[in-house]
């Protein structure tokens, strides 16, 4: 028997007790005043059972299901319109047109490993994705469905039964920068638990919100950066990958409009920042807040830390 709850079953149990509170902001031009999407708790869990009752329709339980979203916030309800729906997400990028050549292959690659005949995405990931599906018939089994991020009324709908413990929450696929690109199991059980590590080690709470740049198909940025805020309760604020490299400031200063916690990235990331912020930029930045500043995915370096932090 389930003793403790599921991800989907907290995301409701706060939807329900604190509806209009902000789960996540998504800044679609990087700028904290320009083109913000803010989603509470209660639309995201509502948008995600409205995705859920189509999912419904389309799949059979434990179906795999791909998550072919850009930048936003739409991966995550797809996420937990999965979990409801009772089918297995495998979140990743959609190919880049302009890089076929070289993203293309993964997209192929996922698609035959991980036995997905479903993709969610928005209508211009699906429109665009029709001309691949015609020319790669790799692709041709895989129905794609267009979300428009609206959530329709699905009163009449109910998850698919209780989630078993050992039921598998998400695939999560390599890069395949070294190969293949290779699938890793993630089972509910297994995602509370790195959940949980990551609230303890980062010392989280719902007083700790997150502002984070990092890719939604990676785990670091679906996990660390996305579902984690779901699970300790606080609220996460997000910008693209490209706002981010592009100008490196615009990090900063969502941490410091929002007052952000817990921020981090790769050693890249502080780098960047050192690098590309220039003297100008750094008036009206307060960074006081952000008492969690992680790096992950490369090596420490303690000279670019210093260099960012001077």
Known sequence: MRTTPSLAEILEERAARDPEAVQYRFLHRGEVDDGVEVVTRA??????RSLAARLVEESSPGDRVLLLYPPGLETF???????????????????????LAQTLPRLLSVVAR????????????????????????ELAALRMM??????????????????????????????????????????DAGLLANLEMIRVGM???????????????????????????????????????????????????AITRFGGVV????SFAYEHCARRVA????????????????????????ATLERFAR
């Open 77 to 99: 309800v797809a996420f937990f319109a999965c979990l409801y729906a009772g089918v297995i997400a495998v979140p990743m990028t959609p190919p880049d047109p302009q890089r």
């Open 203 to 253: 010392v989280m709470g719902p007083t700790t919100p997150g502002v984070f740049w990092l890719p939604h198909h990676h785990d670091m940025g679906f996990i660390g950066g996305g579902l984690e805020f779901v699970y300790c309760g606080a609220p996460c604020t997000m910008l693209s990958p490209v706002a981010f490299i592009q100008r490196p400031a615009r990090w900063l200063r």
């Open 146 to 187: 267009a979300d428009d991020g609206r959530a329709a009324e699905a009163t009449s709908f109910e998850a698919r039964g209780a989630r078993a413990r050992g039921a598998v929450a998400f695939l999560q696929f390599t890069s395949g920068s070294l190969g293949a690109p290779k699938g890793v199991v993630v089972t």
């Open 279 to 302: 003297d100008d930029e750094l008036a009206g930045l307060d960074l006081r807040t952000w008492s969690v500043a992680f790096v992950g995915a490369e090596p420490v370096r303690a």
């Open 43 to 48: 639309a995201l869990a509502a948008r995600a």
């Open 114 to 137: 991980s036995g997905a005949a479903l993709a969610l995405s928005t209508p211009a990931v699906v429109e665009a994705a029709g001309a691949l599906r015609e020319m790669f018939p």
């Open 263 to 266: 921020a981090g990235g790769p």
